[in-house]
């Protein structure tokens, strides 16, 4: 056993401790029955170790700096002789060896260079080790005027917007030798290996003492005493065995105890790569994560091409069992990607990978933002999933979560340092209100290089090609879009309600992803419709690749609460078209959100308790399953054909899923004495029950089937990414939509009744035409009214102000889908279904 102070390790001292009734910042407050993640015990080296050089001179500074400040540089903070205070009587004289040691140290404390100086040069360092690529510089920001020219009458806001983007760019460049080794960070801190040991960095100015604790140095908080520079990065460097192994074994838990304003705490570390909660207690414990070289997955198959058109399976791997019961990224990987190709999606959406302590929060409330959750399996296990996915050709988008973070203080960012101000911002501006969770400062310059540096570790380390940003709108307004009823109006984008800092932030990681992964997708999840939101940064955009098309799900439940009687057709083609010209969306009919406990699934909006006796096909259905089979078809097939450049399912609903999402809840007591009822703890709802999509017997597969042949549909024609997009019917007596989109013509009827003998339809293509999609054939649980195998032959003269036209039976709920062929197109042939890819 050793002892350090102020990063110098010192042979075994005898022990030195205070009698209190209080625990001291040297006591074990380990629970007694915690659980050994340890792999392997090595012995530990008792040899000298200096870290680096402290500094007790400076006097306390606010934390609370202007952005402006913190651009400029770092306010030093004063660690009061704190160390000195808490050790007591250990001798803290230098040796000759440790004053030389100083002046090597990484992050020099020195007068003639600051932090940021050092950082960059050690990134200079990296770069010679690992190969320096280069964002593109900043454009001029002018082109939004050229594509929209209504944003000129706000130009003052939007030109002090990027040049306040320009200048942080500048900043970095000056400061960190660029962006791209300012997002670098996971290099620098937290724990980072080299051949001759470990050292460990941390973040934290409000603390006054801080020591690595864990089960390598058996939790004992004088051990390994950190030292504190003058910007409060902490720092200790461990050296490696006698034999040669790692300080830290493998899977040992971990923690840094520090002294803070608001006391004693031990807390996982910030930049920690895997955490777990270990049986029987509720915070979790950081884990050094360092498998041997033999034991770490090694990824074998390139990211596939980035596809034209975006099908988005959207998924959550702990429900994706049959079974009620937390599933594997190992499960996952072997049963339900296959099936996710199967489908024809081209791309899977995994939520809560980011380590998040509260289950039912469905990943969004994240404790460790650079661990991926333990639930599921290790990181090695994550990667082989990610592998497998480019191997069935697959891109692979994290839903990732910067808009907030939990409030938990024992396994979070929450009051890390023991001040509410370090990550976030102070006082109420840092609290969402409606989310219970922590707001982060995006004025922060290491706010920013966390974040930003997070972004790049999910690319880089797992190989995500791209992300979906969770609670964008949240970001962008002060306000948070609550509360607020968006119209369209410029000046609702552009004023004192605007976040800047986040905004600008935003521009940053967009352009730190595209200038390191050109091919990779970035969606936005944004309600507000800000202008040039999906622009590029250099023409003066937010640089989003999508905007999630999140209107189109709340109009369907709008309707669904209303009789078939009151739908306009207007209404659905107005929602589904609402949006900004020139900027992609991703549409869904529905997304997860719709399945959680106190909403409703569209099939059971539509169906309600008729899904549970009225579904198997050798059964007389009702009308109510009639009218639900037909209109769910009918509702994702419009809404993909009108309603984006990309569309996204979440998992199961694509057969109608019965009921809804429920995490295993405890019952929940107020502190007013209320008492909000859980559920045992049941996983019964907490699962997604792919068998009755797949069960021939069961009504769910024509829906299923269905779903496999729209997405079929949009692989062969590619018409979500079409430019032409024509509407020429939309008749409220008849409720009929008819819209060319490509070279597809659409033919919706959504009477409940009536149906439509010889009805005639414009369209802009002379010629022969055939169906290739029929909501109403058989194979997907319909009445096969209609005969697949008929040809139609246009006819001049204008019809719905196109040049030609032709008459087809239109069924009532039916929605059927004509292209215009020659002979030889060996895509006439796509009678529903027969090119459906092969099972994987």
Not at 15 to 43: G, M, Q, W
């Amino acid at each position: 056993m050793v002892y350090t102070i102020s990063g110098v390790r010192f042979p075994h001292l005898p022990s030195i401790k205070k009698n209190s009734s209080l625990p001291s910042f040297n006591e074990d407050l380990r629970r007694t029955n915690a659980v050994s993640f340890s792999l392997r015990k090595d012995s530990r080296s008792s040899g000298k170790v200096f870290a680096r050089k402290p500094s007790y001179d400076s006097d306390s500074s606010s934390l609370a700096t202007t952005a402006s400040e913190k651009l400029r540089g770092h306010q030093s903070d004063s660690s009061s002789s704190a160390t000195d205070q808490v050790l007591g009587d250990v001798d803290t004289q230098k040796t000759e060896e440790s004053q030389e040691t100083d002046k090597t140290c990484a992050l020099s404390t020195s007068g003639s260079k600051s932090y940021k100086e050092d950082i960059a040069e050690m990134s200079q360092s990296l770069d010679q080790e690992v190969g320096q690529r280069k964002i593109p510089p900043p454009g001029d920001g002018k082109k939004i005027y050229d594509i929209d020219p209504m944003l000129n009458s706000h130009r003052t806001h939007l030109d002090y917007r990027y040049g306040q983007y320009r200048k942080l760019r500048e900043e970095i460049d000056k400061y960190e030798g660029g962006l791209e080794a300012f997002s670098r960070g996971y290099e620098i801190f937290g724990f980072t290996r080299s051949a001759t040991g470990i050292t460990y960095r941390e973040w934290a100015p409000g603390a006054k003492a801080a020591s690595l604790i864990g089960d390598f140095n058996n939790w004992n908080a004088k051990a390994d005493v950190m030292a504190r520079n003058d910007f409060g990065v902490w720092e200790i460097f461990l050296p490696n065995n006698a034999d040669g192994s790692s300080a830290i074994p493998h899977g040992s838990r971990v923690k840094i105890r520090m002294d803070t304003p608001s006391g004693i705490k031990d807390s996982i570390p910030a930049w920690i790569k895997y955490s777990v909660q270990p049986p029987g207690e509720i915070p979790y414990n950081g884990v050094y994560y360092d498998p041997a070289v033999e034991d770490k997955y090694v990824f074998k198959h390139p990211r596939p091409r980035r596809p034209t058109s975006l099908r988005i399976y959207e998924s959550h791997v702990g429900m994706s069992s049959t079974e009620p019961k937390i599933n594997t990224y190992a499960n996952f990987r072997d049963d339900v990607l296959p099936r996710i190709k199967k489908l024809g999606y081209n791309a899977v959406q995994i939520m809560a990978i980011q380590e998040h302590a509260y289950y039912a929060s469905f990943g969004y409330h994240v404790t460790n933002f650079f661990a991926p959750s333990s639930r599921f399996g290790t990181p090695d296990d994550l990667k082989s999933l990610i592998d497998k996915a480019h191997e069935l050709g697959l891109v692979v988008l994290m839903d990732i979560v910067h808009s907030h973070a939990s409030k938990n203080t024992l396994d979070g960012l929450d009051m890390f340092d023991g001040t509410d101000g370090q990550y976030f911002h102070s006082g109420s501006r840092g609290y969402h209100w409606m989310w219970d969770s922590r707001l982060f400062n995006y004025g922060s310059w290491e706010v920013l290089r966390y974040l930003l540096s997070n972004a790049r570790w999910w690319l880089e380390e797992y190989k995500f090609d791209g992300f979906r940003f969770d609670g964008v709108t949240s970001m962008m307004y002060t306000h948070h879009g609550l509360q607020v009823e968006f119209t369209g109006n410029y000046n609702e984008y552009f004023g004192y309600s605007t976040d800047v800092d986040a905004v600008v932030y935003l521009m940053l990681v967009n352009d730190l992803i595209h200038g390191l992964y050109p091919e990779a997708i970035v969606v936005g999840e944004d309600v507000s419709g800000m202008p040039a939101f999906c622009i590029p940064v250099e023409d003066g955009g937010v640089g989003f690749d999508y905007r999630l098309h999140m209107a189109v799900a709340d109009k369907w439940i709008e309707l669904l609460k209303k009789r078939d009687e009151d739908w306009q057709v207007g209404d659905i083609t107005f929602t589904l078209t609402n949006r900004r010209w020139g900027e992609k969306c991703v549409v869904y009919a529905e997304s997860h959100d719709q399945a959680l406990v106190g909403d409703k699934t569209i099939a059971f909006w539509l169906m309600d308790k008729d899904m549970y006796d009225f579904m198997a096909v050798d059964r007389q259905a009702t009308p109510r399953v009639d009218r639900g089979i037909a209109l769910h078809k009918m509702i994702r097939l419009i809404t993909m054909g009108l309603g984006g450049e990309g569309y996204l399912n979440f998992m199961g609903n694509e057969f109608g899923h019965p009921e809804w999402i429920d995490f295993p809840r405890t019952d929940q007591h107020l502190p007013d004495g209320r008492v909000i009822p859980g559920n045992n703890g049941s996983y019964d709802k907490c699962r997604r029950r792919f068998d009755l999509g797949d069960a021939e017997y069961l009504r769910y597969h024509g829906l299923q089937e269905f779903d496999r042949a729209m997405q079929n549909l949009e692989e062969t024609y590619g018409f979500m990414t079409s430019e032409h997009q024509y509407i020429s019917r939309k008749d409220e007596g008849d409720k009929v939509i008819v819209f060319e989109r490509g070279n597809l013509l659409f033919v919706f009827n959504f009477h409940w009744t009536n149906s439509y003998s010889d009805y005639r339809i414009g369209c802009s293509v002379p010629g022969k035409y055939k169906i290739v999609l029929d909501s109403d054939n058989s194979l997907f649980g319909g009445f096969n009214r209609l005969d697949d195998s008929a040809e139609f032959f246009t006819s001049d003269g204008r019809h719905d102000d196109r040049p030609c036209s032709f008459m087809v039976y239109a069924p009532c709920r039916t929605a059927v889908v004509y292209a215009a062929v020659d002979d030889d197109d060996d895509r006439s042939s796509l009678v529903p279904i027969s090119l459906l890819p092969e099972d994987v």
